[in-house]
């Protein structure tokens, strides 16, 4: 491969800064919209974390957008890839947080990643979680990395789960 050839398929693999601010763009108009039809008062944020755009609700006034355990986030994130995809033609990986409910849950399933993978290590035994979201399930399989031992999603939507496996 030659040099040049290498640099065009880094430049491929790296996320396109641009569309990612484009489809945050998409995605806050249509949650702001979405906000001003419920009445509800919100700031929102954007970003870009790695490979996705990230839209966060901030300060947030009135209303439960989050629901039981995120179900409402979820189908409101859901909506908003729609639309951005229904705009761009792209498929959306976009994020979407409201109230702070997913850095929260981030840090819960981190901690439980990290007790779990502890309780495979002592017992040498594999160790399945309850069913969670795609989001979820990836907060915990980083923590098991990071604590030196795999894990494996198991089971078919909505029931998926994560298994903490010994090393």
Known sequence: MTEAE??????????DLAALEQEGEIA?????????????DGDIDMDVEGDRAVVSV??????????????????????TRLAVHRQTGERSRLMLDIGGFRERRRAELSELGRK?????????????????????????????????????SEGEEPRRFVVVLPA
């Open 116 to 152: 779990i993978a502890e309780d495979v290590k002592r017992t040498g035994e594999p160790k399945s979680l309850q069913p969670m979201t795609p989001f979820e399930r990836k907060v915990v399989h980083d923590a098991v990395a990071a604590a030196g031992l795999r894990s494996e």
């Open 28 to 40: 806050a108009d249509y949650v702001e919209g979405l906000l001003d039809i419920a009445d509800i």
């Open 6 to 15: 290498a640099e065009k398929e880094t430049v491929k693999a790296a996320p």
């Open 58 to 79: 901030v300060d947030i006034k009135g209303g439960d957008l989050v629901g039981s355990n995120g179900e409402v986030l979820e189908a409101i994130q859901e909506l």
